[in-house]
């Protein structure tokens, strides 16, 4: 399970964060790197279609790794969840 991270890019929307979760199979870790690198960057993994809409510039990372028991296999040493954004309710 691959988490996520989403957030504004730009003096507008600076500070809007959110997180998104996807499962990837691959067959190491290294191989999962080389697909999320090349999928966020082809935009064939687009995480930002399922979170709110972040008007102007974005950045999208993985930032949490868990293998198929839950156990955390990789986190992004800038990610702190505590700054994560709290959908608003429609």
Known sequence: MVTFQ??????MNR??????QKEF???NLDKLFVLL???IENESIQPEIDVPFIEGDIN???VL???????EIYRDEDFDESKVSKPRSL
């Open 15 to 20: 500070g809007i964060i959110y997180t998104t």
């Open 6 to 11: 989403v957030a504004g890019d730009d003096e």
């Open 25 to 27: 199979e691959s067959e």
């Open 37 to 39: 690198e090349e999928g």
């Open 65 to 71: 790794i868990h293998d198929d028991n839950k156990k």
């Open 60 to 62: 999208v990372e993985y």
